[in-house]
């Protein structure tokens, strides 16, 4: 079963500073895509950035950026000179799509806490 | 604000009872996804639809059950509720079949007492 796992529960960094996240996973499919997703204080899920598997290529949004290391099955975030608007909870998550149906796995989040 | 709206925000209800979630998709988006956010489990993929016809399903329990309208906008029945059914209820919506440009309502907040 696929599985996504974020092993850091929470995270802090100063403002302006860099911080990356932890998630790995665990799938046997070879074609998927991954994401990460903020949940600010509103709750509102808000997608970050998006990686489809069988691009080599790190994807990058302004000042969120990912490392995906499709061997390892690991896909951080890094968050480069950070805003107090940043602090929320981040999730990882995983999509897969095969037999049919469409498998989409969340993490267990992370907690990011922006210190002035 | 994303575009999908979902009604109730806040909902309070008893053990036993039943409640209907509403979402209504984004302008032009054919696919409709629910998840359930506790504080135990996470936020848990329920069940999708894409354009009326159910389409993929997650972790959604018996007493649960969803449908897609012709107008695209979708409920969420919950039957027989229990008090670990509190959580929030997140509808999304993309323009496709796939989830891989989603976006997501504010959520429905279920408790249940």
């Known amino acids: 079963a696929q599985t996504v796992t974020q092993s850091q529960p929470e995270m802090s960094v100063q403002e302006a500073e860099t911080v990356t996240l932890s998630c790995t996973y665990d799938t046997s499919e070879s074609d998927y895509y991954l994401f990460w997703y903020k949940q600010p204080p509103s709750r509102q899920m808000i997608l970050v950035i998006r990686q489809e598997a069988y691009k080599q290529q790190n994807a990058t949004e302004n000042r969120f950026s990912v490392n995906f290391q499709k061997a390892a099955k690991s896909f951080s975030l890094k968050i480069s000179d950070s805003q107090l608007g940043d602090a929320a909870m981040y999730f990882c998550a995983y999509r897969a799509y095969s037999g049919g149906s469409e498998k989409l796995v969340f993490g267990k989040g992370t907690k990011l806490t922006v210190n002035p | 604000d994303s575009g999908v709206t979902q009604t109730p925000k806040h909902l309070i209800t008893a053990t036993g009872q039943r409640v209907t979630l509403r979402c209504s998709p984004r302008s032009g988006d054919l696919s409709v996804y629910w998840y359930q956010q506790s504080l135990d489990q996470g936020l848990q993929f329920l069940i999708q639809y894409y354009n009326g016809e159910e389409r993929a399903k997650g972790n959604i329990l018996e007493r649960f059950s969803a449908q897609q309208f012709p107008d695209l906008h979708s409920e969420l029945n919950l039957s027989s509720l229990e008090l670990g059914d509190s959580a929030l209820y997140f509808c999304?919506?993309?323009?496709?079949?796939?989830?891989?440009?989603?976006?997501f309502g504010p959520g429905t907040r279920l408790t249940v007492t």
């Open positions: 999304a919506s993309s323009v496709g079949g796939n989830a891989y440009e989603q976006y």
